[in-house]
């Protein structure tokens, strides 16, 4: 810096500069009060929520809770049959969407041409995050459970909610891909690497941590999933269990509980809030734990890879 | 077009007996589009064997473009066209034919890019890359083949007690070094570097130019930099472009100190760009 500049600035000047400096930081200080009202608005109001939740449901968890059937009797009803059919739904969703969604995203990103056509289906796979969910019920009542004829099944619900999360998994495999650098991809090229080896060897390795966050934020999404259930004709109430997959004799494995009838924990919590009984509520209450338990254990381990993969990678 | 009486000082400053060049590849009027830009436009010049060219010229003037040529990476892109020819020895095959796969080319052509670019993968990975990407899967066979290539990029001692770890852990000059094992394990015929030093410090510099100057009796090199001194120091060969043309090619020494072309002399000399 220039001293010479400094001593002939004026003290008029000097004052000036301080004025504007002390305004800039009134604004700014307003301006984060503000901010940190709305903040806690919405925390405090979430908070509450989750308060009340817990002071409801916690009483009820029980290890009885989650190995018994629903009943008529609400002290003895558990969510066996939900949390099983939603795991099982779960299973199928994560088999459906997770090659479809990264297969497509690849294409997109890396095989396709760049012309209108490209430009459509991009449009469309981002406006497709939109679309409500209960839509998606509909299509899948038409096509998986009348036109395929998988019936009310596992299979059909798993389908569903596939289609439901495939924009979060292609526009989060998308955006994985687009950050590795452009001259890892030379680099790769340069080596003699078919376009094939540079999907599988690099980008596909390079992008896991932001595909697995992708991945598990939609099922973080369709795990809380409702209407689009109720949609396709899932019971409220059912007490048995679909068929093992795993068989006790060759070959150990069997499909028959795709095609098995199902609920879900959501739709068991909504069969029971709309009780008129309060201790059924108070069950209600209870799924939600679990619920928002499993919710936050996903959004925690899609929190926990993204971090450690970034860590481990920086361009 | 080289016709030696004295026996000529080699870069480095080493006095070696005069062989006549014998020619790797020979440019045949190259022309080369971005779209409708031409951004080469007519050049012709030979690559001899087991020696160094230099290209230098102001920025923009083609340089990288022209070099890319040499591995068909501008197929990588839309919108981009050759014209012309680049025939390579011994067996005299256009290599931007169009019905020559330019894996193919990539195979044989080895490039080192500006900025460090290391997979991030092992060191080990890295290097053996382009073994596994040709098929080589013997573990043995990858073991030898990465030593080597890595006493060839002079980075040996520096990691052979840590190939297992990450290639980003490395220093900047040492990933630069990294590349060039990784590009020379696959013993291509031709190296490309373009500007090779550009993102590094002196030390790291001096190191990478040395290593070039060396690999000279392995593999005939093409280098693109910007830095005057460098192709004085490393090239036997230089050429100089401006505008997508090749304004003067001949022996570095005869760029250096008495070109033929007034435009050559004001580049050299400082007096332009
Ligand atoms: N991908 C591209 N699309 C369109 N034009 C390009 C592209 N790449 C380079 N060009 C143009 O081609 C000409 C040559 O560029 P090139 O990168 O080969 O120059 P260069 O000599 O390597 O320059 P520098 O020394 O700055 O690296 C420039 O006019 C540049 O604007
Ligand atoms: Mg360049």
Redesign the interface.
């Known amino acids: 810096m220039n001293p010479g500049s400094m001593s002939s600035r004026t003290e008029v000047d000097q004052a000036h500069i301080r004025a504007l400096v002390t305004s800039g930081k009134r604004k700014q200080l307003l301006f984060a009060i503000a901010g940190l009202t709305c903040t806690m608005i919405a925390l405090l109001t979430l908070l509450a929520a989750f308060l009340q939740l817990l002071i409801d449901g916690l009483p009820r968890l029980s290890w009885d809770f989650l190995t018994n059937f629903p009943s008529r009797h609400a002290t003895q009803a558990g969510i066996l049959s939900a949390w099983v059919g939603s795991a099982m739904v779960m299973v199928v969703t994560m088999l459906a969407a997770v090659p479809v969604g990264v297969g497509a995203a690849v294409y997109l990103e890396e095989y396709a041409?760049?012309n209108w056509l490209t430009d459509l289906i991009e449009i469309n796979v981002t406006n497709l995050a939109g679309v409500p969910s209960i839509v998606y019920g509909l299509l899948a009542l038409g096509l998986f459970v009348y036109q395929f004829g998988f019936g009310e099944s596992v299979l059909s619900a798993g389908l569903t909610l596939a289609l439901l999360i495939l924009p979060i998994i292609i526009v989060s495999t998308r955006e994985a891909l687009r950050t590795i650098?452009g001259?890892?991809?030379?680099?790769?090229?340069?080596?003699?690497?078919?376009r094939w080896?540079m999907v599988s060897?690099?980008l596909l390795p390079?992008s896991t941590g932001g595909i697995l966050t992708g991945v598990i934020l939609g099922m973080a999404e369709a795990i809380g999933q409702t209407a689009p259930i109720i949609c396709i004709g899932a019971l409220t109430f059912i007490a048995f269990l679909p068929d093992s997959p795993f068989g006790g004799s060759p070959p150990f494995i069997n499909f028959s509980w795709l095609f098995s009838e199902f609920t879900v924990l959501p739709i068991q919590m909504y069969n029971w809030v709309s009780r008129p009984d309060k201790a059924f509520q108070l069950n209600a209450a209870a799924a939600g734990v679990i619920l928002l338990a499993m919710t936050l254990l996903m959004n925690g381990l899609a929190i926990y890879i993204r971090y450690t993969v970034r860590k481990?990678?920086?361009w | 077009m080289v016709t030696e009486t004295s026996s000529p000082v080699f870069p480095g400053g080493a006095t070696e007996p005069v062989v006549p060049p014998v020619a790797k590849a020979q440019v045949h009027d190259l022309n080369f589009f971005y779209g409708e830009l031409r951004a080469l436009k007519g050049i012709s010049i030979p690559i001899y064997k087991h020696l160094v060219t230099a290209l230098i010229g102001p920025s923009g003037c083609g340089k990288s473009t022209f070099l890319r040529c040499f591995n068909r990476m501008h197929d990588l892109y839309p919108n981009t066209r050759y014209d012309g020819r680049i025939v390579l020895m011994p067996d005299n095959v256009n290599i931007l034919h169009r019905e020559v796969d330019p894996i193919e080319v990539r195979m044989r052509i080895g490039m080192v890019f500006q900025k460090p670019n290391p997979f991030p993968k092992s060191i080990f990975e890295n290097v053996a890359y382009g073994l596994r990407v040709r098929g080589i899967r013997n573990r043995a066979v990858l073991t030898d083949k990465v030593e080597e290539a890595l006493r060839g990029a002079a980075l040996w001692d520096e990691v052979k007690d840590r190939l297992a770890e990450l290639a980003f852990n490395l220093s900047g000059g040492q990933q630069q070094r990294l590349c060039i094992a990784r590009a020379l394990a696959t013993d291509p015929e031709i190296l490309l570097f373009d500007e090779p030093t550009s993102a590094l410090d002196p030390i790291a510099t001096a190191s990478i130019e040395e290593l070039i100057a060396d690999l000279r009796s392995k593999v005939t090199i093409l280098i693109v930099t910007h830095n005057m001194q460098q192709a004085a120091r490393v090239s036997d060969y230089t050429a100089y472009m401006y505008l997508g043309e090749l304004i003067e090619f001949d022996r570095t020494q005869t760029i250096f100190v008495k070109p033929k072309k007034k435009q050559t002399e004001d580049y050299i000399t400082g007096r332009f760009g």
């Open positions: 041409p760049r650098p001259n890892i991809r030379e680099g790769a090229y340069a080596m003699g690497a078919t080896q060897n690099h390079y481990k990678i920086k």
